[in-house]
């Protein structure tokens, strides 16, 4: 993940959660220190996170309908689950992702 693209999915995510995150509600999204977690996040979002931050930040990012379901929790193609199901279970798991942000912000 870049900077620029690390910038994009705050903008996206403030839209999914329904309100602008800052570069602090970014730094506990990740689980960095309160003290000096934005400024991370502010250095992030020119040079890139770190590959441990993009695993972090990629789950993150399937709150909002611009990001992909990861594969690794993409359970509603298989076979036991109704074809026409599977738009309302993705519905409900992005859901689920979006209340856990906010849970997280507080």
Known sequence: ???????????DLSDALGRKLTTTDMARLCG???????????????SGPTPSATKVLRVLAMAS??????????IFDRHDI??????????????????EALRRLG
């Open 82 to 99: 109704r074809e026409e199901d599977r738009p309302a279970k993705r519905a409900a798991f992005r859901e689920q992702m979006r209340d």
């Open 65 to 74: 309908e611009s990001y992909p379901i990861l594969e690794k929790f993409d």
């Open 32 to 46: 960095l220190p309160d003290k000096g977690g934005a400024d991370t996040i502010r250095r992030w979002e020119v």
């Open 1 to 11: 993940m870049t900077g620029p693209e690390l910038k994009q999915l705050r903008n």
